[in-house]
């Protein structure tokens, strides 16, 4: 079983439309979370950390579950520059992996006008 | 404004040329890591650094070597090109767990 699993996708929404997407995690001991954005051919670049009460920045909204073991993330009034591949990422929770990450395979999404 | 710089945005070598991929970070950060991402085989770690002169394995190091001589460089070395190293090479670095990844605009490889 992968540490951190994501449905592929694609995801394809209309305009103005909300969609969310999971990811699940296999260590019971990560502790940091995070919902990155990459672009075609580009690099990944940091969307927002998870906190533990859940967490919102404009039109994205990411949430934890720990008793599931799974991160979410909403996109509410999609845009076209939304179009994007999301990466789950976690860490390793303990200490010989500090500053060392798990990446889920990524979710594509696909605004459509 | 932080950065991760890989030195170069596309790369065109030969078959069994040594290659040298840099990356530098002006962050101060501890960690510095070499992935290789391909489609449908999501981000694979290669090697990681976690000081000056130390180097570990990450899942895929075969055909791959590491240097790290100063904090803010760590080097990817193809030790003899070969096609199936035909692929986008991301540097990231970090400072512990809080802050995650911040990663460099990546080097895409052609091996012919």
């Known amino acids: 079983r992968k540490e951190v699993e994501q449905d592929p996708g694609p995801f394809n929404v209309p305009e103005g439309a909300t969609v969310a997407f999971n990811c699940t995690y296999s260590n019971s001991a990560s502790q940091s979370f995070f919902w990155y954005r990459q672009d075609c051919r580009k690099e990944p670049k940091l969307l927002m950390s998870?906190?533990?009460s859940g967490n919102e920045d404009g039109r994205f909204t990411a949430q934890l579950n720990r008793a599931s073991q799974y991160i979410s993330l909403l996109i509410r009034d999609s845009k076209l520059s939304d179009s994007a591949t999301y990466l789950c990422v976690v860490n390793g929770g303990t200490t010989d992996s500090w500053g060392k990450f798990q990446f889920g395979a990524g979710t594509q999404v696909v605004v459509t006008p | 404004d932080v950065k991760v710089t890989q030195s170069s945005r596309y790369l065109v070598k030969r078959t069994g040329e040594k290659v040298f991929l840099e990356c530098v970070q002006d962050m101060d950060h501890e960690n510095m890591f070499w992935y290789r991402q391909d489609p449908g085989l999501g981000l694979r770690l290669i090697y990681f650094?976690?000081?000056?002169?130390?180097?570990e394995k990450g899942d895929i190091p075969e055909g791959y070597s590491v240097s790290r001589e100063k904090k803010e460089r760590f080097s990817l070395i193809l030790e003899s090109a070969s096609t199936n190293q035909t692929s986008m090479y991301l540097c990231a670095s970090s400072w512990g767990d809080v802050y995650g990844y911040t990663f460099g605009s990546g080097t895409r490889l052609t091996v012919v």
């Open positions: 998870v906190y533990s």
């Open positions: 650094s976690y000081d000056v002169k130390m180097k």
